[in-house]
């Protein structure tokens, strides 16, 4: 049963053809009438022409017997059992799988192809002998025939076996060539179809991609401009809301850009500020030094989000060099203190990126997995399918699946939200990891490593050889 307040779904939803792309559903609706139509067509021009070849055939026996009977009448008038009237069938006859057979005085006189004349329909023979002219197509000996049997005097019948080979020969190749064409029609129609369609869907490709572009981060995509006078409102109106999207991020990031550096100057003077009553710890009481390390860490927390967030702001174009990104994790990792994590770079993985950015990156990797997993064990570096690739693992509790999307956005500290103190973090280190790989059009999210934790996939395009 549907559920209440869910939307019905009629039988076409429920048909397979449903769950194909649009475009291959206009390809196979082309394809599906191009067999209509062609089928029919060849069916009606199947039935005429067999019906006239056929109709043909059988007038031009009956005429033939018609004349061979008057024929062997007048023979048998003439010359009744002489030797002339076997002659005269013969001749009657003609090719050899022509039979000709004559029942006169209760025995059968037969001429040409030697045929079993007790297989002859008994109905056929026994209308022949009342007075009236019969025929039938049947298959006589194991070949198509046409028997045409006609009354006589005395109760004779003549009988005439016309072979049909040719003309089914005939019908076999018409209804050959009908169903070829019926075929070809059918795949011309699908590719017509899916061709019209590609070309039908081409706006909504291009909206499609552009929509993408403007997700990932690319508020410069535009839809080209288009005369169609249905498609132009789309376009016009597209272009207008990317225009706006572009407008407000720009101010808003240049309201960020202007209130970080707003924030760095009296942010500097409380961080001298609290270095003096850092360097006096000792002169004061256990309230006010337990209230000096609270301090202490809340403004540090501050300086580092100030500093995250006019990187966030910064719209400066990428300084792409190539760099080996194992020297680039070996030499950050150096300058860390506490354990090192351990280093997997089997071979040299060169990429043309932004080194300022791609610090960041493995900084901002390495403090995460320190501030939520107790510290990386391991950054491998590798090579796949002409993409550099980075993975840090930590040993921690790892990210729920539900929730590895929403660790990359900004002020997201997963179960440390709302905490205090160095190790909560600022929420945007994930953020801008993101950010930084998406302006090298490049990828990060996070999956299970294996034997438990996490681990924070970065790939990035354009492996130098």
Do not use: C
Not at 35 to 44: D, Y
Not at 93 to 120: C, E, F, K, M, Y
Not at 133 to 151: C, T, Y
Not at 240 to 254: F, G, I, P, S
Request: proline fraction near 6%; charged fraction near 25%; glycine fraction near 10%.
């Amino acid at each position: 049963m549907t559920p209440p307040g869910a939307p019905r779904r009629s039988v076409l939803d429920r048909l397979p053809l449903r769950r194909l792309r649009l475009r291959h559903r206009v390809g196979a609706a082309f394809a599906l009438v191009s067999l209509v139509v062609t089928g029919l067509f060849a069916t009606v021009t199947w039935n005429l022409a067999s019906y006239y070849l056929v109709e043909q055939r059988v007038e031009g026996a009956v005429r033939q017997v018609e004349v061979n009977v008057r024929l062997v009448e007048r023979a048998l008038t003439a010359r009744p059992r002489s030797d002339g009237l076997d002659d005269l069938l013969t001749g009657l006859a003609g090719t050899p799988n022509t039979t000709v057979a004559l029942r006169h005085d209760g025995n059968w006189i037969t001429s040409g192809r030697d045929i079993d004349v007790s297989q002859l329909p008994k109905p056929l023979l026994d209308m022949a002998r009342s007075g009236i002219g019969a025929r039938q197509r049947m298959l006589v000996e194991g070949m198509p025939s046409l028997v045409v049997a006609a009354p006589m005097p005395d109760e004779a019948v003549f009988v005439e076996v016309f072979p049909l080979q040719l003309l089914d020969a005939n019908l076999r190749f018409l209804s050959s060539v009908l169903i070829i064409g019926v075929a070809v029609s059918t795949v011309l129609g699908l590719g017509l179809g899916h061709w019209a369609g590609r070309r039908a869907l081409q706006p909504l490709t291009e909206l499609t991609e552009a929509a993408g572009r403007v997700a990932g981060g690319d508020l410069a995509a535009r839809l080209p401009g288009s005369s169609d006078a249905e498609l132009a409102p789309l376009v016009a109106t597209f272009n207008r809301t990317a225009d706006a999207l572009e407008q407000r991020v720009a101010r808003d990031a240049r309201f960020a850009a202007d209130v970080s550096h707003e924030l760095r100057s009296p942010l500097t003077t409380l961080v001298n500020a609290v270095a003096v009553l850092r360097r006096r710890r000792g002169e004061l009481p256990p309230t006010a030094q337990q209230a000096v390390d609270l301090l202490d860490g809340d403004i540090q927390r501050f300086r580092r989000m100030v500093l995250d967030l006019l990187e966030i702001s910064r719209s400066d174009t990428l300084e792409r060099e190539p760099w080996e990104l194992g020297d680039l994790v070996r030499g950050i990792v150096g300058v860390r203190g506490g354990t090192p994590p351990e280093i997997d770079a089997p071979e040299p993985v060169t990429v043309r990126a932004d080194r300022r950015r791609i610090d960041q990156i493995l900084g901002n990797l390495l403090d995460n997995a320190e501030a939520h997993g107790g510290g990386a064990v391991r950054v491998g570096v590798s090579a796949r399918s002409g993409r550099g690739r980075i993975e840090v693992d930590d040993a921690g509790p790892g990210v729920p699946a539900a929730k590895r999307a929403e660790v990359f956005e900004r002020f997201s500290r997963g179960a440390r939200a709302g905490s205090r103190g160095d190790g909560a973090g600022t929420g945007l280190g994930l953020s801008l990891v993101a950010a930084h790989v998406r302006r090298h059009d490049g990828a990060v999210w996070i999956e299970d490593r294996p034997g438990g934790g996490a681990r924070v996939v970065v790939e990035l395009p354009g492996v130098a050889g």
